[in-house]
């Protein structure tokens, strides 16, 4: 087996061990058996509690499964997904356990980054909210199909349209006249194309019937892959 089988006597005294334990612990079975389990690793669980949970699954159930930390001999810790089962003899009298464990360190890692980067991401949208919501200027996000995936409450003073309206349609799509939505897609293409900045100047009618003119810059948003 690939995953690190121990097994212990009643009294916690190392009995077997597998060659992907001698690995994943650093330890030889000759140095490891006879001795106490703390000998090959110590343990810490993730949540107050858990121990107390994981031995009473034992006593009622004779097993258990969940993940924990396996401390070894170096100081280095595992993130493992370990099963617990009571060993028996053929009169099913318990003998010890038998302890099975999957190093799911990387795993653990992985998901750890993408929590901290999810706290970031919704860190840095709420600092952005911030500053555009009380920006006088007009904001607004476009993805690849040209859609509004974004729009500052501020479109409404000159359009007569909420914000939300704009989410998820294309210039056309919220009325615009055809020749200055054809010009913002032309330039919208042209900034996820080459990455660059593009400016324009364009005037229409607000609900009032005035004429309104305005400056605009489209500004790259880019991935940590360097996509627009």
Avoid: C
């Avoid at 890692?109 to 901290?116: E, K, V």
């Avoid at 501020?154 to 914000?163: D, F, S």
């Avoid at 056309?172 to 010009?183: D, F, I, Q, R």
């Amino acid at each position: 087996m690939k995953d690190a089988v121990v097994a212990v006597d009643l009294a916690g005294r190392l009995i077997y061990l597998n060659a992907a334990a001698e690995s994943q612990y650093g330890m030889a079975a000759s140095e490891a058996l006879g001795h106490p389990l703390e000998r090959l690793y110590g343990v810490r669980w993730y949540g107050d509690g858990d121990d107390a949970s994981a031995e009473a699954a034992m006593r009622e159930a004779g097993s258990w499964r969940g993940e924990l930390v396996h401390i070894r001999g170096d100081g280095s810790e595992l993130h493992v997904e370990s099963t617990l089962a009571t060993l028996r003899d053929g009169g099913g009298g318990a003998t010890g356990r038998l302890i099975v464990s999957r190093d799911v360190s990387e795993r653990y890692h992985a998901a750890a980054a993408l929590r901290s980067a999810m706290r970031e991401l919704a860190r840095s949208e709420r600092e952005f909210s911030t500053l555009v919501e009380n920006s006088p200027f007009i904001f607004a996000r476009f993805d690849r199909a040209l859609r509004h995936s974004y729009v500052s409450p501020q479109i409404e003073a000159y359009t007569g349209m909420p914000a939300v309206s704009f989410v998820g349609k294309t210039h056309v799509e919220t009325g615009m006249l055809p020749e200055l939505a054809a010009e913002w897609d032309a330039l919208l293409e042209r900034v996820f194309e080459t990455g660059q900045v593009a400016e324009t100047s364009f005037s229409f009618a607000a609900p009032s019937g005035e004429i309104r003119h305005f400056e605009a810059r489209l500004i790259p948003e880019v991935t940590v892959d360097g996509s627009v």
